[in-house]
């Protein structure tokens, strides 16, 4: 029963170009975008340069992420290593390119040469036939357009500021119980640092001088605390506004009248990219580059990173690399969901890039009544197929809220922008009340920590317009102090990442050089080790995590010491590759069974299938695939007594699901979470079809365990 309750542990250790047929040079190879392919056109009778990104195919996959536990010296040794290995991928992926590049820069057919690591690219000013030359590189994964990214600011309005009272001019602060959590925990955000990618800061401003984390007692120290990647000032400026409205929203002290931020006592450093209301996408990937090493430094990298920025509602995936690179650090960012220009109401599916990104946080904003703006950007993700991931995730004060100004002054300010850095404020109230959440634990504890909110157009929750709902400030603290308190002691068994940590427990409680099962599973795909769980009730053995493509030596090794009877291989190729399953047979002389679906509803019901094939199986546990929380709360007890976990979706019940549920005859479904999780059209659903339901939740997701 341990060595199959300890297998479980091993889960948690866990994107066509149209082809021209003017540019017949360019239709051999699908490496060119749509926008270039056009831009070439263009040039056709021309020779000017092409602002280009080229992105590379990795050489190396950096395994190595904070984890919530690890303290502080190991946060930073973590995140040197992390750096170490995007450097040395980039160095390896770049070499031959740079050196064709640099060459042909000498000819003058290319200019202004960027390389970068939190994105493996390249940004290159470069003219028609060079670019044509690019398709000889097998080593590029893409080429797009170096294109225009936007500040998501809706409006000014600096009209009857002076005759707002007090209590009005701080609903943003009431509505949230922002006030309440400073009241009842003395939380503001102290010792947590918030940075801003954005058109700068006024760090003259009042309320913002002494919150810049490069002013203490008179004295200015950039280094570290700002850059410039637009005009290369010494110390912060904002020609445009946005960024220093943001960062009042966020960490503004008390002004004169009101008060003005989140969590005032929080420090602030930045990035200005944005020289008015757009940056090109290098100067983006430079800020996101400098922020997780500010001035050269990891350990001046911030705990939160305000993004009120957005591109189009597309599907280009190459900003989810920074977005990877930041969380694997334990840098938590917040994204705005994106503007509507113009009048009207933003649609479904609206939502920008890379708020729309799977594990971005975004949000959307609401005015003092709780309502939805009109120019809020709407989900579902145009990276989620099947239309059932819930995005924004939450929705902040962003009508009218007052704010500072670049003049010295205050304002009020509409836009997503001025919701999503009331999110990262109270993600520091949060920091600061527990700071060993990471950034997945942030994520899960603010939407469990959310206020539901429904209108005439989404009458259900949680809706791809308010997402989960606004946060409860007073309520998150509240929950990250429970989870602090209730942290119990344990032994730690550890490796350098996720994959060797597999190995350890691996090596550790099955110390006989013999099993008859061994698992193999992605670990970066949480839900297939999470679901695979319940298969060591009846065929016990231990799990080992690996990435897509490779097995490592380490993993090579304890395979060939566990010398499996069996080995069954959870997820299909895109989690996990042929040359796995190659490599695998050729240690242990054993054929993989691979167990795999679609997506992960799929391989959820396959794993059941598996387990039900030759066992008698009456209940499952059912879980949202899409969030981890509840699911883990209830994995021990699968394991334990062999209960199938099935993923579905929040409001329906999927078809693999049901056929599942149909086939083998499942008399009893327990949903694991409450309504926000799982809504009760599920419950109905399968109460229609003659099955028994229970739902197992409490009033947060701790309270569920």
């Not at 007090?166 to 943003?172: A, L, M």
């Not at 922002?178 to 940075?195: C, L, P, R």
Request: hydrophobic letters at 35%; one cysteine or more.
């Amino acid at each position: 029963m341990k060595k199959r309750i300890t297998s479980l542990m091993l889960a948690f250790a866990m994107i066509i170009t149209v082809v021209l047929p003017s540019s017949p040079s360019f239709a051999i190879n699908n490496i060119y975008s749509e926008d270039v392919i056009e831009e070439i056109n263009k040039q056709e009778y021309k020779d000017e340069y092409i602002d280009i990104i080229i992105e590379l195919k990795d050489r190396i996959t950096n395994l190595v992420r904070v984890s919530s536990y690890d303290d502080e010296e190991d946060v930073d040794n973590k995140r040197e290593k992390i750096v170490e290995n995007l450097k040395l991928n980039r160095d390896i992926s770049q070499k031959s390119i740079m050196e064709f590049l640099e060459k042909e820069e000498e000819k003058g057919k290319v200019k202004e040469i960027e390389s970068f690591y939190i994105i493996n690219s390249i940004r290159v000013l470069a003219k028609k036939d060079t670019i044509e030359k690019l398709k000889n590189y097998s080593n590029i994964e893409r080429v797009t357009l170096n294109e225009k990214l936007n500040l998501d600011s809706k409006n000014t309005d600096t009209t009857d500021i002076v005759n707002l009272s007090s209590s009005n001019g701080e609903w943003n602060l009431e509505n949230t119980k922002v006030k309440s959590a400073w009241q009842e925990y003395g939380t503001t955000g102290k010792d947590i640092v918030i940075g801003f990618i954005d058109s700068g800061v006024d760090y003259e401003h009042p309320s913002l001088k002494e919150n810049w984390r490069g002013y203490e007692n008179g004295k200015l120290n950039s280094k570290g605390n700002w850059i410039d990647i637009v005009d290369d000032s010494e110390y912060p400026i904002d020609e445009y506004g946005h960024g220093t409205a943001t960062a009042g929203v966020a960490v503004g002290k008390k002004s004169s009248q009101r008060n003005v931020g989140v969590a005032p006592n929080s420090k602030w450093i930045a990035a200005r990219a944005f020289s008015s209301d757009y940056a090109l996408n290098n100067n983006i990937i430079a800020a996101g580059e400098w922020m997780l090493a500010p001035g050269g430094d990891v350990k001046n990298a911030p705990d939160i990173i305000n993004n009120s920025w957005g591109g189009s509602a597309g599907t280009k995936p190459w900003f989810n690399k920074m977005l990877q690179n930041w969380i694997s650090a334990g840098i938590f960012p917040v994204f705005a969901a994106g503007n509507l220009d113009g009048s009207g109401t933003a649609k479904m599916g609206s939502i920008e890039n890379p708020a729309s990104l799977l594990d971005s946080f975004s949000v959307g904003a609401i005015d003092s009544n709780n309502i939805i703006g009109k120019f809020s950007k709407k989900g579902p993700s145009p990276f989620d197929e099947e239309g059932n991931i819930i995005k924004p995730e939450v929705v902040a004060p962003g009508v009218n809220v007052y704010t500072t100004s670049k003049s010295g002054g205050y304002d009020r300010w509409t836009g997503t922008s001025i919701a999503t850095p009331h999110v990262c404020g109270i993600a520091a109230l949060v920091k600061e009340a527990n700071k060993t959440i990471g950034p997945y634990q942030m994520k899960d504890l603010l939407i469990s920590s959310t206020e539901p909110l429904v209108d005439s157009d989404y009458p259900h929750t949680p809706n791809m317009a308010y997402g989960y709902g606004y946060i409860n400030a007073l309520k998150a603290v509240q929950n990250a102090k429970i989870s602090a308190l209730t942290a119990e002691r344990f032994t730690r068994i550890s490796g350098s990442d996720r994959y060797a940590t597999s190995e350890k427990i691996s090596s550790q409680f099955y110390q006989d050089n013999k099993v008859d099962t061994l698992y193999i599973a992605n670990g970066n795909k949480f839900a297939d080790g999470l679901t695979m769980g319940p298969m060591t009730f009846y065929n016990n053995g231990p799990l080992i995590l690996t990435d897509k493509d490779n097995l490592s030596n380490t993993a090579k090794e304890e395979i060939k010491r566990l010398n499996p009877g069996r080995v069954i291989v959870i997820g299909g190729t895109n989690s996990i590759s042929d040359n796995i399953l190659v490599e695998t047979q050729n240690i242990t002389k054993v054929k993989p069974i691979r167990i795999f679906g679609k997506n992960r509803y799929e391989t959820s019901t396959k794993i059941a299938e598996d387990i039900s094939r030759e066992n008698t199986v009456e209940k499952i546990f059912l879980v949202n695939g899409m969030k981890d929380a509840d699911a883990i709360s209830v994995a021990a007890i699968a394991s334990k007594d062999g209960i199938p976990i099935v993923t579905n979706s929040d409001n329906k019940v999927l078809p693999s699901t049901k056929e599942y549920i149909d086939n083998n005859k499942i008399k009893e479904v327990i949903i694991i979470g409450g309504n926000k999780t799982i809504n009760d059209n599920v419950k109905k659903e399968l109460e229609n079809n003659s099955i028994k339901v229970e739902r197992l939740s409490g009033s947060n997701r701790y309270a569920t365990a």
